[in-house]
């Protein structure tokens, strides 16, 4: 009996041996895989996503850039490929004024001296970046088919003449270019009554291409990018002072080093040869 029982015991012993080894196993199979997976993965995710974003900067430039300086932005960017460009156009002065109220701007161009220079005396550029880097010209457009016989800023005095768009002068350089173009030929006081004001010389090109207007004037450039049979260029405007435009950094940026990058394109070969393609004249010639 008792030689029984001692057997019974070691047989009882052996099975719970064998049932703990195999728990124990199966606890290390079940703990140690996954924890190996879901620490592997995410960290090569984070390290891709993190290296996925580029720096922005935002250029703030004259309406008359749009397409120029959609076209840099593209090549730009390829060049580039950490840097984002962020591109916003609107009339000088308005840019002006945005960069005064304290908007986030990494640069800015502008199509004539004054606005840079308001913004130079209240040092809110960089006035080491500045550079010139193109000229326009000014000239006098109508609709397509036009009725009425306008072939120089003169018939413009004529009673069948009603509505004439120039830029705000305020705010768009273009006007102020207009306004003093018409002052200097003894023009304009037979004429302010008659303008209809834009915000911008993209806006003075819509109303000629929609005959909201019997005549128009805008730069070169623009005339160039109506759309095809809506207007006709009929006089070349002679203005004082050269349509000149400057670029430079904005004291406040926070991306110096990209920013003055986009300068140096916009100023270089690449970006002159852009700026040509397009009508502009380089500042250099």
């Known amino acids: 009996m008792r030689k029984e029982l001692i057997v ?17 196993n199966e606890a290390t199979n079940e703990t140690s895989t996954p924890v190996a997976n879901e620490t592997s993965a995410p960290v090569a995710n984070e390290t891709s996503v993190s ?4 720096d922005a900067i935002t250029v703030s430039a004259a309406a008359s850039l749009t397409e120029a300086f ?11 490929p950490g840097t984002d460009v962020n591109l916003n156009f609107a009339g000088s ?11 986030p701007v990494d640069v800015f161009a502008s199509a004539n001296q004054n606005h ?5 005396n209240e040092t809110l550029i960089d006035n080491s970046t500045r550079e010139d880097f193109a000229e326009n010209s000014l000239v006098l457009i109508v609709p397509a088919n036009s009725d009425l016989n306008i072939t120089g800023i003169k018939d413009l005095t004529a009673s069948d003449v009603g509505k004439i768009s120039i830029g705000n002068p305020e705010t768009a350089p273009v006007g102020k270019y207009t306004t003093q173009a018409l002052t200097e030929a ?29 005549a128009g004037f805008v730069y070169m ?14 006089a070349t405007v002679p203005v004082n002072t050269s349509i000149s435009y400057p670029i430079a950094v904005v004291s406040d940026s926070d991306n110096k080093e990209e920013a003055q990058e986009f300068v140096d394109f916009v100023t270089g070969e690449e970006g002159q040869k852009i700026l040509e393609k397009y009508g502009f004249t380089p500042e250099s010639e």
């Open 51 to 54: 290296g996925q974003n580029p």
């Open 186 to 214: 003894g023009l304009w006081d037979q004429l302010k009554d008659k303008t209809i004001l834009a915000e911008d010389v993209k806006q003075v090109l819509t109303y000629v291409e929609r005959r909201e207007v019997d």
């Open 8 to 24: 019974l015991l070691v047989v009882l012993g052996v099975f719970l041996a064998i049932g703990c080894t195999g728990n124990g």
């Open 70 to 80: 959609t076209d840099m932005e593209s090549q730009f960017e390829t060049e580039n």
């Open 221 to 234: 450039t623009d005339a160039k990018t109506a759309d095809p049979g809506t207007i006709n260029i009929v």
């Open 116 to 120: 840079m220079d308001i913004l130079a």
């Open 93 to 103: 002065g308005s840019l002006r004024q945005q960069i005064e109220g304290g908007a």
